[in-house]
């Protein structure tokens, strides 16, 4: 990983992730972010919506570059051992695989849509060489959809003549659920999902359902 994305040494020896208020400056960077984007936000305006001063934050972070970059490389990382996890689990028939990898994606972009919607809009805004580094991240997780579509299509359980097509297509459905998805609406997470996934079955044109 590029320098960019490390934590920027603490004292005494102790960790970046163990000092108090951080997790506070990166929700409150997110929030800010997410109302004026990255370019419109302050260093000021993070420590002044995290209820700290701009010292305290360099505490932290070196800069508002490393607050985006700790955003964004933290949310990819876990994304990508989520599905990992999720795939080891799913067995080997590649609809279960295709299933398990739209539940991870859909209840991810879930979970803080205002962050994932971040990492969306604001990946122009990393510099290089993270930007490169993080851009290889995220097709490695789009090539866990293109895998097991492609698996399909040689097994013959999925008959789509566009795999990868299909898969990209998946990708994007399944992100997209942090732009419109509200927890008051007449539908609940787990109806979200089941519902990509059977969306994501018959583009594939799964022969199993």
Do not use: N
């Not at 419109?40 to 209820?51: H, P």
């Not at 991810?108 to 990946?123: A, I, K, M, P, V």
């Not at 999925?158 to 990868?164: A, E, G, R, V």
């Amino acid at each position: 990983m590029a320098s960019p994305a490390r934590p920027h040494p603490a004292t005494s020896g102790s960790s970046r992730s163990s000092l108090p208020g951080e997790s506070g400056i990166l929700d409150a960077a997110i929030a800010v972010m997410a109302e004026h984007g990255y370019h419109g936000t302050s260093v000021r305006d993070i420590a002044v919506r995290a209820g700290v001063s701009p010292a305290a934050l360099y505490h932290h972070f070196t800069s508002k570059q490393q607050v985006l970059v700790t955003i964004m490389e933290r949310g990819i990382e876990a994304l990508l051992h989520r599905t990992a996890t999720a795939l080891d689990a799913a067995g080997e028939h590649p609809a279960d695989r295709l299933r398990a990898l739209v539940e991870v994606q859909v209840l991810f972009h879930l979970e803080d849509q205002r962050g994932t919607l971040l990492g969306t809009s604001e990946l122009r805004a990393l510099e290089e060489p993270v930007r490169s580094a993080h851009r290889a991240k995220r097709l490695q997780q789009q090539r866990y959809f293109d895998a097991t579509v492609a698996d399909g299509v040689a097994r013959e359980v999925f008959t789509t003549s566009l795999p990868d097509e299909a898969a990209r297509a998946i990708v994007v459905m399944c992100t997209g659920v942090a732009g419109w998805f509200s927890a008051g609406g007449r539908l609940s997470r787990a109806q979200v999902v089941r519902r990509y996934q059977r969306l994501a079955l018959d583009m594939v044109g799964s022969r199993t359902g």
